[in-house]
Protein backbone atom coordinates (compact mmCIF):
# COMPACT_ATOMS: atom_id res chain seq x y z
CA UNK A 1 0.00 0.00 0.00
CA UNK A 2 0.85 3.53 -0.79
CA UNK A 3 1.64 5.40 2.55
CA UNK A 4 0.66 9.04 2.88
CA UNK A 5 2.08 11.48 5.64
CA UNK A 6 0.84 14.59 6.53
CA UNK A 7 2.01 17.24 8.70
CA UNK A 8 1.85 18.80 11.22
CA UNK A 9 -0.85 16.60 12.62
CA UNK A 10 -2.00 19.48 14.00
CA UNK A 11 -1.77 23.31 13.91
CA UNK A 12 -3.42 26.53 15.51
CA UNK A 13 -3.33 29.80 13.27
CA UNK A 14 -4.88 33.39 13.49
CA UNK A 15 -7.69 34.95 10.75
CA UNK A 16 -5.94 35.96 7.96
CA UNK A 17 -2.74 33.64 8.04
CA UNK A 18 -1.44 31.97 5.42
CA UNK A 19 -1.74 28.13 5.95
CA UNK A 20 0.05 25.10 4.41
CA UNK A 21 0.07 21.75 4.83
CA UNK A 22 1.85 18.99 3.23
CA UNK A 23 1.39 15.45 2.42
CA UNK A 24 3.90 12.97 1.18
CA UNK A 25 3.64 9.63 -0.24
CA UNK A 26 6.06 6.81 -0.20
CA UNK A 27 6.35 6.30 -3.71
CA UNK A 28 5.68 8.36 -6.58
CA UNK A 29 1.86 9.25 -7.24
CA UNK A 30 2.19 11.83 -10.01
CA UNK A 31 -0.44 13.92 -9.86
CA UNK A 32 -3.08 11.85 -8.43
CA UNK A 33 -3.57 13.61 -5.03
CA UNK A 34 -6.92 15.26 -3.64
CA UNK A 35 -7.41 17.03 -0.35
CA UNK A 36 -10.49 16.62 1.56
CA UNK A 37 -11.96 19.02 3.98
CA UNK A 38 -13.67 17.21 6.95
CA UNK A 39 -15.64 19.14 9.73
CA UNK A 40 -17.34 16.91 12.81
CA UNK A 41 -20.26 15.42 12.09
CA UNK A 42 -20.66 16.74 8.40
CA UNK A 43 -19.78 14.79 5.18
CA UNK A 44 -15.96 15.35 3.66
CA UNK A 45 -16.21 17.78 1.07
CA UNK A 46 -13.73 17.51 -1.70
CA UNK A 47 -11.23 20.51 -2.00
CA UNK A 48 -8.56 20.01 -4.51
CA UNK A 49 -8.36 17.32 -6.86
CA UNK A 50 -5.51 16.31 -9.23
CA UNK A 51 -3.49 18.00 -6.77
CA UNK A 52 -3.97 21.42 -8.10
CA UNK A 53 -7.48 22.20 -9.43
CA UNK A 54 -9.94 23.52 -7.87
CA UNK A 55 -13.20 21.79 -7.24
CA UNK A 56 -15.94 23.78 -7.96
CA UNK A 57 -17.60 25.24 -5.11
CA UNK A 58 -14.68 25.76 -3.48
CA UNK A 59 -12.83 28.89 -2.07
CA UNK A 60 -10.29 30.30 -4.36
CA UNK A 61 -7.99 30.41 -1.17
CA UNK A 62 -7.49 27.19 -1.27
CA UNK A 63 -4.73 25.91 -3.60
CA UNK A 64 -2.82 22.65 -4.01
CA UNK A 65 0.82 22.32 -5.85
CA UNK A 66 3.29 19.18 -6.42
CA UNK A 67 3.77 16.13 -7.60
CA UNK A 68 5.85 12.71 -7.39
CA UNK A 69 5.95 12.45 -3.91
CA UNK A 70 5.82 15.94 -2.30
CA UNK A 71 2.41 17.64 -1.79
CA UNK A 72 0.78 20.55 -0.12
CA UNK A 73 -2.46 22.24 0.36
CA UNK A 74 -2.24 26.06 1.11
CA UNK A 75 -5.25 28.57 2.33
CA UNK A 76 -3.93 31.83 1.47
CA UNK A 77 -6.02 33.83 4.00
CA UNK A 78 -7.55 31.85 6.69
CA UNK A 79 -10.89 31.97 7.81
CA UNK A 80 -12.96 31.23 10.86
CA UNK A 81 -15.19 28.32 8.71
CA UNK A 82 -11.54 26.89 8.04
CA UNK A 83 -11.40 24.90 11.26
CA UNK A 84 -11.45 21.32 10.30
CA UNK A 85 -9.53 18.30 9.60
CA UNK A 86 -8.00 18.13 6.11
CA UNK A 87 -6.93 15.05 3.84
CA UNK A 88 -4.73 13.66 1.68
CA UNK A 89 -5.53 10.98 -0.38
CA UNK A 90 -3.88 9.42 -3.38
CA UNK A 91 -5.65 7.96 -6.46
CA UNK A 92 -2.67 6.07 -8.37
CA UNK A 93 -2.76 2.61 -6.79
CA UNK A 94 -5.17 0.57 -4.99
CA UNK A 95 -5.90 0.39 -2.14
CA UNK A 96 -7.45 3.92 -2.26
CA UNK A 97 -5.14 5.61 1.11
CA UNK A 98 -5.39 8.34 3.40
CA UNK A 99 -3.28 10.90 5.06
CA UNK A 100 -3.48 10.70 8.57
CA UNK A 101 -4.97 14.13 8.78
CA UNK A 102 -3.82 17.71 9.82
CA UNK A 103 -6.36 18.98 12.47
CA UNK A 104 -6.60 22.90 11.90
CA UNK A 105 -8.10 25.43 14.33
CA UNK A 106 -8.10 29.09 14.89
CA UNK A 107 -6.49 30.67 17.33
CA UNK B 1 -27.72 16.85 -7.32
CA UNK B 2 -26.70 13.86 -6.37
CA UNK B 3 -26.91 12.65 -2.35
CA UNK B 4 -25.92 9.87 -0.43
CA UNK B 5 -27.51 8.82 2.69
CA UNK B 6 -25.97 5.87 4.73
CA UNK B 7 -28.57 3.47 6.67
CA UNK B 8 -28.07 0.61 9.00
CA UNK B 9 -28.06 -0.52 12.93
CA UNK B 10 -25.95 1.34 15.04
CA UNK B 11 -25.24 -1.66 16.99
CA UNK B 12 -23.85 -4.86 16.37
CA UNK B 13 -22.33 -7.86 18.18
CA UNK B 14 -19.00 -9.09 18.06
CA UNK B 15 -19.08 -11.92 15.45
CA UNK B 16 -22.18 -11.03 13.53
CA UNK B 17 -22.36 -9.07 9.97
CA UNK B 18 -22.35 -5.63 9.51
CA UNK B 19 -24.91 -4.35 7.01
CA UNK B 20 -25.36 -0.98 5.78
CA UNK B 21 -27.44 0.79 2.70
CA UNK B 22 -25.90 3.74 0.70
CA UNK B 23 -29.49 5.46 -0.91
CA UNK B 24 -28.67 7.45 -3.87
CA UNK B 25 -30.65 10.52 -4.71
CA UNK B 26 -30.22 13.15 -8.28
CA UNK B 27 -28.57 10.36 -9.62
CA UNK B 28 -28.05 6.46 -11.04
CA UNK B 29 -25.71 4.40 -9.46
CA UNK B 30 -26.01 2.63 -13.22
CA UNK B 31 -23.97 5.95 -14.21
CA UNK B 32 -21.06 4.05 -16.04
CA UNK B 33 -18.33 6.62 -15.40
CA UNK B 34 -18.99 6.44 -11.72
CA UNK B 35 -17.86 4.54 -9.15
CA UNK B 36 -19.21 4.16 -5.60
CA UNK B 37 -17.30 3.53 -2.13
CA UNK B 38 -17.66 2.68 1.25
CA UNK B 39 -15.31 4.38 3.60
CA UNK B 40 -14.75 4.15 7.50
CA UNK B 41 -13.31 6.15 9.98
CA UNK B 42 -12.57 4.52 13.29
CA UNK B 43 -12.93 7.47 16.67
CA UNK B 44 -9.28 8.91 16.53
CA UNK B 45 -8.33 7.33 13.58
CA UNK B 46 -8.28 8.15 9.95
CA UNK B 47 -10.10 7.07 6.64
CA UNK B 48 -9.92 4.07 5.93
CA UNK B 49 -11.24 3.21 2.06
CA UNK B 50 -13.19 -0.46 2.12
CA UNK B 51 -13.74 -1.09 -1.37
CA UNK B 52 -15.74 -0.04 -4.23
CA UNK B 53 -18.68 -0.97 -7.00
CA UNK B 54 -17.98 -0.14 -10.54
CA UNK B 55 -19.16 -0.74 -14.13
CA UNK B 56 -22.64 -2.28 -13.54
CA UNK B 57 -21.49 -4.62 -10.78
CA UNK B 58 -18.12 -5.19 -10.21
CA UNK B 59 -16.12 -4.62 -6.79
CA UNK B 60 -13.01 -4.32 -5.36
CA UNK B 61 -11.54 -4.37 -2.05
CA UNK B 62 -9.20 -3.41 0.41
CA UNK B 63 -6.98 -6.64 1.08
CA UNK B 64 -7.17 -5.35 4.92
CA UNK B 65 -10.07 -6.28 5.35
CA UNK B 66 -9.13 -9.87 4.58
CA UNK B 67 -12.29 -10.93 2.56
CA UNK B 68 -14.76 -10.16 5.20
CA UNK B 69 -16.37 -7.20 2.85
CA UNK B 70 -18.62 -7.30 0.41
CA UNK B 71 -20.66 -4.24 -1.67
CA UNK B 72 -23.55 -5.42 -4.06
CA UNK B 73 -25.83 -2.84 -5.77
CA UNK B 74 -29.70 -2.56 -5.82
CA UNK B 75 -30.06 -0.96 -9.55
CA UNK B 76 -34.23 -1.15 -8.83
CA UNK B 77 -33.82 1.08 -5.89
CA UNK B 78 -30.78 3.08 -6.91
CA UNK B 79 -28.49 1.82 -3.72
CA UNK B 80 -25.61 -0.42 -2.55
CA UNK B 81 -25.14 -1.89 0.20
CA UNK B 82 -21.85 -3.02 2.31
CA UNK B 83 -21.89 -6.08 4.43
CA UNK B 84 -18.76 -6.73 6.79
CA UNK B 85 -18.75 -10.27 8.33
CA UNK B 86 -17.38 -11.29 11.65
CA UNK B 87 -16.67 -8.06 13.48
CA UNK B 88 -14.89 -7.08 16.42
CA UNK B 89 -14.48 -4.20 18.42
CA UNK B 90 -11.98 -2.80 16.01
CA UNK B 91 -14.53 -2.73 13.11
CA UNK B 92 -16.22 0.13 15.46
CA UNK B 93 -16.44 3.38 13.30
CA UNK B 94 -18.27 5.98 11.09
CA UNK B 95 -18.84 4.37 7.82
CA UNK B 96 -19.29 6.62 5.20
CA UNK B 97 -20.71 6.43 1.10
CA UNK B 98 -19.28 8.60 -1.61
CA UNK B 99 -18.91 8.52 -5.35
CA UNK B 100 -15.97 8.49 -7.20
CA UNK B 101 -16.32 10.45 -10.24
CA UNK B 102 -14.28 11.28 -13.41
CA UNK B 103 -12.76 15.69 -13.28
CA UNK B 104 -11.36 16.30 -16.61
CA UNK B 105 -8.13 18.37 -16.80
CA UNK B 106 -7.15 19.19 -20.74
CA UNK B 107 -7.24 16.32 -22.06
CA UNK B 108 -6.78 13.80 -18.95
CA UNK B 109 -9.43 12.52 -16.50
CA UNK B 110 -9.15 11.89 -12.82
CA UNK B 111 -11.26 10.66 -10.14
CA UNK B 112 -12.09 11.89 -6.80
CA UNK B 113 -14.87 11.73 -3.86
CA UNK B 114 -17.21 14.40 -5.12
CA UNK B 115 -19.91 13.28 -3.19
CA UNK B 116 -19.94 11.82 0.36
CA UNK B 117 -23.30 10.95 3.15
CA UNK B 118 -23.19 12.26 6.76
CA UNK B 119 -21.80 8.76 7.84
CA UNK B 120 -23.08 6.83 10.16
CA UNK B 121 -21.67 5.49 13.05
CA UNK B 122 -21.43 1.42 14.18
CA UNK B 123 -20.27 0.80 17.43
CA UNK B 124 -19.60 -3.54 17.54
CA UNK B 125 -20.52 -4.77 21.11
CA UNK B 126 -22.32 -7.59 23.40
Known amino acids: DIQMTQSPSSLSASVGDRVTITCQAS??????LNWYQHKPGKAPRLLIY???NLQRGAPSRFSGSGSGTAFTLTISSLQPEDTATYYC?????????FGQGTRLEIK | QVQLQESGPGLVKPSQTLSLTCTVS??????????WSWIRQPAGKGLEWIGR???????IYNPSLESRAIILEDTSNNLFSLGLSSVTAADTAVYYC??????????????????WGQGTTVTVSS
Open chain 1, 50 to 52: AAS
Open chain 1, 89 to 97: QQYDNLPLT
Open chain 1, 27 to 32: QDITNY
Open chain 2, 53 to 59: LYNSGNT
Open chain 2, 26 to 35: GGSISSGSDY
Open chain 2, 98 to 115: ARETTLQVGVYYYYAMDV
